[in-house]
């Protein structure tokens, strides 16, 4: 049997429904269940006593109810006090029935299973998986490690676990063709699929969470192989094509860089130069710009235009949001009009009337350089004269979401040139593989007289004070943001985080502008709460960390990070560059828990150290090298299914080796496999 024909409805318990879901996620053969690997593991393998509990543990425990009430404050909730020998925890329900309320009578027994948050009195758990043991229930232990997968909205875990389940017995009784010969391994891919999906009891738990077991090793490997072959397609299908040869730097580039306000840094005149350089050869521009937040990247990307436009084509300036768009919007029409040109603006929600005007003033020629959206590149908008795509915040798309975009536009064989940017910035040795298809250009200097971000870090205990500084802040007119943090893929955890913050704030501070950010947000509410915090109607801004990269808000000194110590460096330096974009000085605050872990102590150490983004990437590359439980890849650089361009940079050259002997009529089911349709999604994190 076939497994990458054999459709997902073929399997129990998926209709049309749950394909649909399903699909969102890539899903639609058998074989692409197989390849849909878990993002991580829960450890339920034993039970730990109350006592021990800690702040963002993900724990299985177990106790008898010690008192349990509803409350009526804002929301209702139900509240259940469990203790055992060694301490007491609360249970925390925003959404309970009558009955689940009597059966979690005092002195019931019961399991639990949950993310430990700190409360108001004790640690408690919000919305615990829980059985009650007096049905005589099992305790919620489990044999082995408990895979949670990537998920879509309204399919839960225990149905994907549910669907791998028989994807792996089919895997059983079919095989999987073996696209790639490994050699000094004993471990077969089937093997290491299984092994993955469902680590069986007697793993080594310690190899599997840092993925130095030979089974996440045999798949990483697969799958940066699969990888670099399909960037090497993408890479020679550009170099047969042509593109428009442009006259660059010329005179409407030398006008622009006379009007601004400031001299350009070496850095920027040199990124500036080699980009005329490549828009000069008949040969599509393949360019990404790395440069920190605040770096200057606009300016270049405005030079870049002003080089296209000066020869007579038009620029289509796309970003993944909204809110980032508007601002390039901005500025791009700051720099332009003064000099005569046409800026036009597409984005999803334009009323018709103002779309079919924005769509036909770019199919006229009309419009010199458009702004947008992904709405820029959706089929009824048609270009005169399209000869150069800019992309910002790269690292969103994937390496097919960019040969897509650069087929837009292609006429009579021609296709545009392409610059993209990003504020992530990564080491050179991981640049060339997560950008392979890319030439890069690093802005490696800041425009002078920028204040360094000061970063401080503080313990929760001391979360009084935090709030008071941030009162301070905002009663001198600045802005502030507070960033909550949980394990990333419970957006509704994370969501009630948020609301239980703003909840909190809003007692300490009724008079302020507090207003709120989350993934379970849909975009266009999103977009409108940014909306009003750039516009200073908002003066508190509570994010998950979901809150975009390069939003520009000046006006914002002061981010406040809680659960600092859960956050990779790179991640920390992108939250920090919210701020520090302005005149007046900024901070930033980590706040963490107690009882820091030798490398959170580290991370925390570096970012008080140093505001250098580049300096940041390597030491995360130095100190992630030995892994942690901790988001394992969250690098926010490149989204592998399993490998982690940091952790396995060992198997980089292995695998380019192996990608020259792949027969040449593996590839594309290789790359299928691994890479499927990598459709866009943009907005919604
Ligand atoms: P980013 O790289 O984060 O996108 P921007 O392009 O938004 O950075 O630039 C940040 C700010 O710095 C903007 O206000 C911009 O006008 C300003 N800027 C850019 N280049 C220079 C320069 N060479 N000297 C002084 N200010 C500059
Ligand atoms: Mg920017």
């Not at 490690?145 to 028989?166: C, F, N, S, W």
């Not at 507070?482 to 501070?509: F, G, K, N, P, Y």
């Amino acid at each position: 049997m076939d497994l990458t024909e054999l459709s997902v409805t073929r399997l129990k318990g998926v209709g049309s429904k749950q394909a649909e879901k399903l699909a969102r996620l890539q899903i639609k053969s058998v074989q692409d269940v197989l390849f849909h690997l878990p993002l991580r593991y829960q450890d339920r393998t034993r039970e730990i006593a109350i006592g021990n509990l800690a702040v963002g543990l993900e724990a299985v425990f177990s106790g008898i109810v010690l008192n349990i009430e509803v409350l009526f404050h804002r929301r209702r909730s139900m509240i259940c006090t469990i203790g055992d020998d060694t301490g007491e925890i609360t249970l925390r329900f925003f959404h309970f029935s009558n009955q689940q309320r009597d059966k979690l009578r005092k002195g019931t027994r019961v399991s639990c299973f949950g993310e430990i948050r700190r409360g108001r009195q004790t640690l408690e758990v919000v919305h615990p998986e829980y059985q009650v043991l007096s049905d005589g229930a099992a305790p919620m232990t489990a044999q082995t490690l408990t895979p949670i997968y990537p998920v879509t909205e309204g399919l839960h875990q225990l149905a994907m676990r549910k669907i791998t389940d028989q994807a792996l017995t089919h895997l059983q009784n079919a095989s999987l063709a073996e696209l790639l010969t490994v050699p000094a391994t004993d471990t077969t891919l089937q093997e290491a699929l299984a092994t993955v999906h469902r680590p069986p009891p007697s793993i080594n738990v310690e190899a599997l969470l840092q993925g130095s077991h030979p089974a996440v090793q045999r798949l990483a490997l697969e799958e940066l192989v699969a990888h670099r072959l399909s960037v090497q397609r993408v890479r020679d299908k550009a170099r047969l094509q042509s593109a428009p040869a442009i006259a660059a730097p010329g005179d409407l580039c030398a006008k622009l860089i006379e009007s601004l306000p400031f001299t350009l840094t070496g850095a920027q005149a040199r990124v500036i130069e080699e980009i005329a350089a490549d828009l000069q050869t008949p040969q599509p521009m393949l360019r990404l710009i790395q440069g920190d937040v605040g770096s200057g990247k606009t300016m270049v990307a405005a030079a870049a235009a002003a080089m296209a436009v000066g020869a007579g084509y038009q620029v289509a300036i796309m970003a993944p949001t909204e809110i980032l768009a508007e601002q390039h919007l901005a500025s791009f029409t700051e720099c332009f009009e003064p000099l005569g040109l046409n800026i036009g603006w597409l984005k999803g929600k334009l009323g018709s009337r103002q779309k079919r005007d924005a769509i036909e003033a770019i199919a006229m020629g009309h419009t010199h350089i458009a702004v947008g959206t992904h709405a820029l590149f959706q089929r009824d908008v048609e270009f005169a004269n399209l000869g150069l795509t800019i992309v910002d915040e790269q690292h969103r798309f994937g390496v097919h979401q960019r040969l897509s975009l650069r087929e837009k536009g292609i006429e009579n064989g021609r296709v545009p040139h392409q610059l993209t940017m990003t504020a992530t910035p990564i080491p050179r040795t991981l640049a060339m593989t997560a950008y392979a298809d890319l030439d890069c250009s690093v802005i490696d200097e800041l425009p002078p007289g920028r204040q360094e971000i000061k970063t401080v870090a503080v313990p929760n205990s001391r979360r009084t004070e935090v709030i008071e500084r941030v009162a301070v802040a905002i009663a001198e007119g600045r802005q502030v943001y507070w960033v909550c943090t949980l394990i990333e893929e419970s957006e509704v955890l994370q969501a009630r985080a948020a609301e239980d913050t703003v909840t909190e704030l809003v007692d300490h501070m009724p008079d302020v502008a507090i207003a709120m950010v989350h993934g379970r947000m849909n975009s266009a509410d999103k977009d409108q709460t940014m909306h009003e915090f750039k516009e200073n109607q908002v003066q508190l801004l509570v994010a998950t960390t979901v809150i975009e990269v390069g939003v520009d808000v000046p006006n914002a000194s002061l981010i406040i990070i809680e659960n600092a110590e859960r956050l990779g460096l790179s991640q920390l330096h992108q939250l920090r560059g919210r701020v520090g974009r302005g005149s007046v000085s900024s901070s930033c605050v980590l706040v963490f828990e107690s009882g820091l872990s030798q490398r959170a102590k580290q991370r925390i150490a570096i970012m008080r150290e140093t505001n250098d983004g580049f300096a940041i990437a390597e030491k995360d590359l130095e100190l992630r090298g030995a892994g942690e439980l901790l988001g394992t890849r969250q690098t926010g650089v490149m989204q592998f299914r399993i490998a982690d361009l940091m952790r396995d940079k060992k198997l980089l050259e292995q695998a380019r080796q192996l990608s020259e002997q792949v027969p040449a009529e593996n590839v594309p089911a290789l790359v299928e496999r691994w890479m499927g349709d990598e459709a866009p999604e943009y907005g919604n994190v």
